[in-house]
């Protein structure tokens, strides 16, 4: 299982599935990644928090933990 946590950056991925439960779920799919979204990870923070993403043309900070939530292909 590959998460969005351990995707290099410059790479672009496909969400294959959000886990998670109930608010955080939920806002992550405000933001526009649902299933079969494109998500370009444009960069990572020097300690790894926060990963910085392109989705559905804008940018996106995500932390650590919320990233590891989105696993992608």
């Given at each position: 299982?590959?998460?969005?946590?351990g995707?290099?950056?410059?790479?672009t991925v496909?969400?294959?599935?959000?886990?998670g439960?109930g608010?955080?779920r939920?806002r992550?799919?405000?933001?526009?990644?649902?299933?079969?979204?494109?998500i370009?990870v444009r960069?990572?923070?020097?300690?790894?928090?926060?990963?910085e993403v392109?989705v559905r043309?804008?940018?996106l900070?995500?932390?650590?933990?919320?990233?590891e939530?989105?696993?992608?292909?």
């Amino acid at each position: 299982m590959t998460t969005l946590k351990g995707t290099a950056c410059g790479k672009t991925v496909r969400v294959k599935k959000i886990s998670g439960e109930g608010p955080v779920r939920r806002r992550m799919m405000d933001m526009g990644i649902t299933k079969g979204t494109e998500i370009f990870v444009r960069k990572t923070a020097p300690l790894g928090d926060p990963v910085e993403v392109s989705v559905r043309g804008y940018e996106l900070s995500l932390r650590r933990e919320d990233a590891e939530m989105i696993e992608v292909e």
